[in-house]
């Protein structure tokens, strides 16, 4: 009898776990940012209207777009489309639907509002993490915020994008973009870079750009005055 009250406990305890599970899931689905992105119009060549002036103006402003801002779905918008697609590992048909439209950033619903707003800030510090580890792994911690720090630099510098994501995701900026290790989870002393730089510090001096002078094969990069150097890193102006 004591095994088959055993043997109950087990099955209601797996029951109540699978539950949960359940619910985790239909909560995970009906997340904001997912609703937000799914509310979105599906967007695809001849399209018109405000949602592809916005994925135009997006597009645009990460350097994949090349064309004027007409809110209409043409060659050019396709090709970027398509483009920031293959970059991001997305599904490269063209069309922009959920994932496309949460990629751009456009995840949380109307700006406007305050909960969009802490998804915003949350979904950029995990950006700006997942940079800092991808970029700077096995560095000294001063020289992971400097990277962070880099990128809001840029963020501030009217050369460049206005938005972390628009940084990050700026054609052929970061190489951990164009080989993926930027999807990989970050590290913890990353999570903590990142925040500690948007909090204001700053090791880089202000520097716009860094780089690994053992690795480096640009030529233009090495014009930049070098103002820093920080572990394998120099930050430069």
Known sequence: MAQDDRHGRLERMGKRTMAAAVVALLLFLSYPWRAGAEARATLRWGSRGSDVCLAQRRLKAWGYYRGEVDCIYGRLTYEAVTLFQRRNRLTVDGIVGPDTWAALGYWGGPPSTAAAAAGTREADRDLLARVVSAEARGEPYEGQVAVAAVILNRVRDSRFPNTIAGVVYQAHAFESVTNGSVYAAPTDSAVRAA???????????????????????????????????????????
């Open 195 to 237: 925040q500690d730089a948007l909090n204001g510090w700053d090791p880089s001096g202000g520097a716009l750009f860094f780089w690994n002078p053992a690795k480096a094969t640009s030529q233009w990069i090495w014009s930049r005055p070098i103002i820093k150097r920080i572990g394998n890193h120099v930050f430069a102006k």
